[in-house]
């Protein structure tokens, strides 16, 4: 009996772990008002869960003293509130969930990654499905919603069921008016991401019907960044062997073939301008106009050490995704410390797990690095390797 209370203890507490994990992936529903209470009541039950599973099996806790020790040394630094422009802010949530996760027993983080999956697959199937639906003429209910933000054009969405449009990421097709795929996620490049995120991980969690969906669904948010990690997950994982070119022969004939028949616009709008352009341009597109000035008289003014703080960019308004904008932030010793920890975090690891999970940091943390202000990526970047160490066999109802 004991033991039963015990299991449904850690599936509970699995299941609200996922629920946050999710949350901190923005979904549109969380942008603007009520998302801090939101976050903080689920984190709150997650909190008194931890803290029963840690009275249960307080004597038997095992962690490693390293990780845990380079994370909170990272985390401090980064949430600290010690530079100009800085205050201790909501999201602190996300490094202290990630701490708890280094304490839980693997069978719970596994468990955590198979739910996790299975919603973003389940995200996926409506998108495309929405997506087909439209495509081939058949209306479907769909409503406006705003999130009440100004000022930002990650405001205002066309709800249709299982997928979000964003608005001014239309374009026509065949005569109709389609659109990036969201899913329930704020942008299309950051459901790109995410379902990369899920396609990095160990191939047994999914079907290979899940992963052509989500494959599919990767392919239709038209991200060059989630192009890139497609490509990376293949070269790393199967190199130059027969296998990777039984792969590649199809995906070009596709994409040769999608190349005559898909309009113009579309090409020219989300892939050909941005292979075209140089890497200042591709940067700047994510930049408000005030950011790049800034950044450079701020980094020619001072030796940027520990950074100006996390409040710099709404002190004076500011706007930027990538790499730049933490290295304003959180300076050199920053960059030098988030390194550090990945290094800990993955040392000895296989050689296809760590370059996978060194590729997604990369690309994430050039093209967006405020996700590093999130659990997502912590999640995702220590669980990467983890699950090509076999997964147990796990029954996801129990």
């Not at 689920?42 to 380079?70: D, K, P, Q, S």
């Not at 329930?184 to 079907?207: D, K």
């Not at 106009?289 to 960019?313: E, H, I, M, S």
Request: glycine share 6%; net charge positive.
């Amino acid at each position: 009996m004991k033991q039963l209370i015990s299991l449904q203890q850690n599936k509970l507490l699995g299941i609200v772990l996922t629920i946050l994990v999710l949350f901190s992936c923005m979904p549109f529903f969380l942008i603007g008002g009520g998302s801090t209470l939101i976050n903080l009541s689920v984190f709150i039950v997650y909190l008194l869960l931890f803290f029963i599973y840690v009275a249960g099996n307080g004597m038997i806790l095992r962690f490693n003293r390293t990780e845990v020790f380079c994370s909170v040394v990272l985390f401090v630094f980064l949430y600290f509130p010690f530079r100009r422009y800085d205050q201790l802010v909501a999201s602190v949530i996300w490094p202290l969930i990630f701490l708890s996760i280094l304490f839980l027993d693997k069978r719970i983080l596994f468990k955590v990654i198979y739910y996790f999956s299975d919603i973003i697959f389940y995200i996926s199937f409506g998108a495309v499905l929405v997506y087909i639906l439209l495509l081939i003429g058949i209306n479907l209910p769909s409503y406006d919603y705003s999130t009440g933000l100004e000022g930002t054009i990650k405001s205002t969405y066309t709800l249709y069921p299982f997928t979000a449009k964003l608005l001014g990421q239309d374009y026509s097709i065949f005569g109709r008016t389609m659109f990036r795929i969201s899913g329930i996620f704020s942008e299309p490049g950051h459901f790109g991401i995410i379902i990369s995120m899920v396609l990095y991980l160990n191939n047994v969690l999914l079907s290979n019907f899940k992963r052509v969906i989500l494959i599919v669904a990767a392919v239709l948010t038209f991200s060059m960044g989630t192009y890139v990690l497609l490509c990376g997950l293949l070269l790393i994982k199967y190199g130059m062997s027969r296998k990777v070119f039984i792969v590649f022969i199809p995906i070009l004939s596709l994409a040769f073939f999608t190349y005559l028949i898909l309009p113009q616009e579309i090409l020219e709008r989300f892939i050909l301008n941005k292979i075209g352009s140089n890497s200042s341009d591709v940067l700047n597109e994510r930049t408000s106009a005030d950011f790049t000035l800034f950044y450079d008289n701020y980094n020619r003014a001072n030796f940027n050490l520990v950074g100006a703080g996390r409040l710099v960019f709404e002190k004076f308004q500011l706007s930027n995704s990538d790499y730049r904008g933490f290295f304003l932030k959180f300076g050199f010793l920053g960059l030098v410390l988030l390194v550090f920890w990945f290094a800990f975090i993955n040392r000895n690891r296989s050689k296809i797990p760590f370059l996978l999970t060194a590729f997604l940091f990369l690309v994430v943390f050039l093209h967006r690095a405020w996700l590093v202000d999130y659990l997502i990526f912590y999640f995702i970047i220590y669980m990467i390797p983890i699950s090509y160490k076999g997964l147990p066999e796990i029954n996801k109802h129990n």
